[in-house]
């Protein structure tokens, strides 16, 4: 670290509605953020085709068009990018640092807003059909698999709500759970089992997904409790078993929960560490929505923006 190194007042880690909500308000407030938003920037937005509940666009606005014009709002007002991914941080002391490969920068507060990543089933041919059949968006995908038969995976509300949103175009969907009951609430449950168009499979697993090299034919599954396998002639595979947070960067210097979510203090996107601010999925398992992700981005800057006055006058 050289002794005239620029130490900036605000880098934000990760981007989507969460970073780019707090890019626009610290960069409002004159603190010049400095946003590394990662080689996958945008976040989940980016996948998801129609976004129709996001407040003041009254005809729907693709996720990528919504993060699009919240970027170019940021960047207005003086939001500096760096599309790539942050390699290593260390928050013990102040400024902290913030590796992007081997360029260190520093900061005197930081704005986490990685966010969170759809969960995958681990298989080496769900990898290998991945667009190709294998799908965590139903949103996203759906429209291809139009008078096709498929399947999702999962037994939560999200697993109804896929399997309800895919009979628009499917003719067939099969609801595969490993278990003999949902964890969805009833209400989700319900209509998804009295819609004509989804049948569920219980106590099941999938243990391969079958292709031609170029895309899906089928998925091997096995029933947990009897045994036995068999194939199912489906052409594609909705994984709905959950997020995991993008939360590995920060695995012994921040609290989480046991599902590695970061914790922050009730009420306050302030984490364990004072100065460091968490929005977004990354910090919330709850709710997830665009909207809440910008909500916390906008306390997480306020927050940070008040944190550092407070320093200031020390």
Request: hydrophobic residues 40%; neutral net charge.
């Amino acid at each position: 670290m050289t002794e005239d190194q620029k130490i900036e007042n605000v880098i934000i880690i990760g981007s989507g509605p969460a970073g780019l909500t707090s890019a626009i308000y610290t960069s409002r407030a004159n603190l010049e953020p400095l946003m590394i938003e990662g080689e996958e920037a945008g976040g989940q937005l980016m996948t998801t085709t129609e976004v129709e509940n996001f407040p003041g666009f009254d005809h729907g606005i693709t996720g990528p068009d919504l993060i699009s014009v919240m970027r170019k709002q940021a960047e207005r007002f003086g939001t500096r990018f760096i599309t790539r991914n942050v390699t290593k941080v260390d928050f013990s002391q102040r400024p902290f640092k913030v590796w992007v490969g081997e360029k260190l920068y520093l900061a005197k507060s930081i704005i986490i807003s990685t966010g969170a990543s759809a969960k995958y089933l681990g298989l080496p041919s769900e990898k290998q059909y991945a667009n190709r059949g294998v799908s965590a968006c139903a949103t996203c995908d759906g429209a291809f698999f139009r008078n096709q038969e498929i399947a999702v995976v999962g037994g939560g509300d999200t697993a109804m709500e896929e399997a309800q949103f895919l009979t628009r175009f499917a003719s067939k969907v099969y609801l595969i759970h490993r278990r003999d009951h949902f964890r969805a609430s009833k209400i989700m449950a319900e209509r998804a089992m009295k819609n004509p168009k989804v049948e569920v499979i219980w106590n099941t697993e999938v243990t391969e997904v079958l292709g031609d090299g170029k895309s899906m034919t089928g998925a091997k599954i096995r029933n947990i409790v009897e045994g036995g396998e068999k194939t199912l002639p489906v052409t594609g595979l909705f994984l709905a078993i959950g997020h995991k947070p993008n939360t590995d960067l920060f695995k012994g210097m921040l609290d989480m929960n046991e599902t590695g979510y970061l914790v922050t203090q009730p009420n306050t996107t302030y984490t364990n560490v004072p100065g460091v601010f968490a929005a977004g999925d990354v910090q919330d398992h709850v709710y997830r929505q665009a909207i809440t992700a910008a909500g916390t981005g906008c306390m997480a800057a306020i927050d940070a923006e008040r944190w550092l006055e407070a320093q200031a006058s020390h």
